[in-house]
Nanobody, 123 residues
């Protein structure tokens, strides 16, 4: 199993980025997919999650209304559209897969993790 996140970079405040996570899961559509982030010296933080068919979506309080999670089950890929980025969004962003039922916010809900992609937002 491999989750490959990409799309991070160094950007100025106010711009947008789209992260992608390509997953080599046995059946991608069986998994809840999530995005988390971790800033230096801080705990890993829930960003967003999406259910297997995309019907149920959840966002962390700090990103709701700016970030959008989506998935393409035909491409085994989950996306995170990030708009109006702010310096406090600077972190390593991780995608994760959960074989359970229901979207979850806890790190220990998730069974597989990608390597992370760095997002740095300058003011």
């Amino acid at each position: 199993v491999q989750l490959q996140a990409s799309g991070g970079g160094l950007v100025q405040a106010g711009v947008s980025l789209r992260l992608s996570c390509a997953a080599s899961l046995p059946t991608f559509s069986d998994y809840v997919m999530g995005w988390f982030r971790q800033a230096p010296g801080k705990e890993r933080e829930f960003v967003a999650s999406i259910s297997q068919t995309g019907i149920f979506i959840d966002y962390g309080d700090s990103v709701e209304a700016r970030f959008t999670i989506s998935r393409d089950n035909a491409k085994n890929t989950v996306y995170l559209q990030m708009n109006n980025l702010q310096p406090e969004d600077t972190a390593v962003y991780y995608c994760a897969a959960d074989a359970g039922v229901g979207v979850g916010r806890r790190v220990d809900n998730y069974d597989y993790w990608g390597q992370g992609t760095q997002v740095t937002v300058s003011s």
